[in-house]
């Protein structure tokens, strides 16, 4: 299965940034409360899998869980030369948003072969609350290939961050909530994917209804 971690490099850029910039930002701008953390493996493959309703999520959960998270990023962000080696070493991988991407699929694959943890927002993109109502089921498929667990985790009241005309994040509390792991898929069986698909979706629905 490769390595059990992720490289070292990735983990000093991780933790130097958390502890000296994205921690305290976050913990005091937005007062974030943190529920069942010992629920995170501190190593090994994990999938990911939360609500998402603003573009400070990715940052939130990789700083909640304790360990980094690899999303997908924009591809144009990969052709300036000051961030690609950066967010390469944070575990991003590129993705061509508007086309089904199988490059994608393949990098999200090859982070959890070396024991990242991969995030998928379950729905596949922003919701106006948080709620998730059209899950897909891409992260099932990932846990399906890779053989690895799933994680669901909850984001509540990040979609009040940003409001429309106003570039400047409001400091709104947030709390985030982890649940207990959900094995991998025993085949890539549309009915068995979709089944998981729902059972991460009501648990993260469950877990943002308790609120603050």
């Known amino acids: 299965m490769g390595r059990s971690r992720e490289p070292f490099p990735s983990l000093a850029l991780y933790h130097t940034l958390k502890w000296s910039v994205v921690s305290p930002f976050l913990h005091t701008y937005f007062r974030i409360k943190i529920h069942d953390a010992q629920n995170v493996p501190q190593a090994g493959p994990l999938v990911v899998v939360s609500n ?15 360990r980094p998270v690899a999303y997908m990023a924009k591809e144009e962000l990969f052709r300036v030369p000051v961030l690609v080696q950066a967010i390469r070493l944070y575990g991003a991988y590129p993705v ?3 086309t089904a991407d199988r490059s994608a699929i393949r990098s999200a694959l090859e982070c959890l072969e070396n024991g990242w943890a991969v995030g998928v927002f379950l729905e596949g993109t922003r919701t106006p609350d948080g709620r998730i109502t059209d899950p897909k089921r891409g992260a099932a498929l990932l846990a399906a290939k890779a053989k690895v667990p799933m994680l669901p985790v909850s984001l509540w009241n990040t979609e009040k961050i940003l ?5 400047i994040p409001r400091a709104v509390p947030v709390t985030v909530r982890i649940g207990n792991l959900i094995d991998a898929p025993s085949s890539t069986n ?19 209804d308790l609120g603050r």
Do not use: W
């Open 52 to 66: 998402h309703a603003s573009y400070f999520d990715p940052l939130i959960i990789s700083n909640s869980v304790r």
């Open 190 to 208: 549309k009915q068995e994917l979709e089944a998981l698909t729902r059972k991460c979706a009501a648990a993260i629905n469950e877990m943002h």
């Open 163 to 167: 409001q429309k005309g106003s570039p």
């Open 96 to 98: 061509n948003r508007g």
